[in-house]
């Protein structure tokens, strides 16, 4: 069993930055992980995969060259670099876990979610 606990979510003005961090209770060193996110009244879509020891990470491309993943296995923690934020990036932002997929936007390859931050971008 895996508890993952996301922070660092806050209200923030258009090109703003903002970094979120996973905290997980066990050793994420054994997961690939990976950052989602809601939007009010969509589906939960992918924005950014990480493979087990940081060498592969992976984006959507509504993401692609202002997010970063990255992650610390001897902290348990996983980090998501927000740049340049835009009014679409407004959403709840969960971490997840899985033990190994094919597909990083296929949520029921991921065993465990966080409770999630929610991150606001509006002037």
């Known amino acids: 069993q895996v508890r993952l606990v996301e922070s660092g979510g806050m209200l923030l003005q258009p090109g703003g930055s903002l970094r979120a961090s996973c905290a997980a209770s066990?050793?994420?060193?054994?997961?690939?992980m990976a950052w989602f996110r809601q939007a009010p009244g969509k589906e939960r879509e992918f924005v950014a995969g990480?493979?087990?020891?940081?060498?592969?990470?992976y984006y959507a491309e509504s993401v692609k060259g202002r997010f970063t993943i990255s992650r610390d296995n001897a902290k348990n923690t996983v980090y998501l670099q927000m740049n340049s934020l835009k009014p679409e990036d407004t959403a709840v932002y969960y971490c997840?876990?899985?033990?190994?997929?094919?597909?990083?936007?296929?949520?029921?390859?991921?065993?465990?979610w966080g409770q999630g931050t929610q991150v606001t971008v509006s002037s």
């Open positions: 990480i493979s087990r020891i940081g060498a592969i990470t």
């Open positions: 997840a876990a899985s033990l190994g997929t094919h597909d990083w936007a296929d949520r029921r390859a991921y065993l465990y």
């Open positions: 066990g050793r994420t060193s054994d997961y690939v």
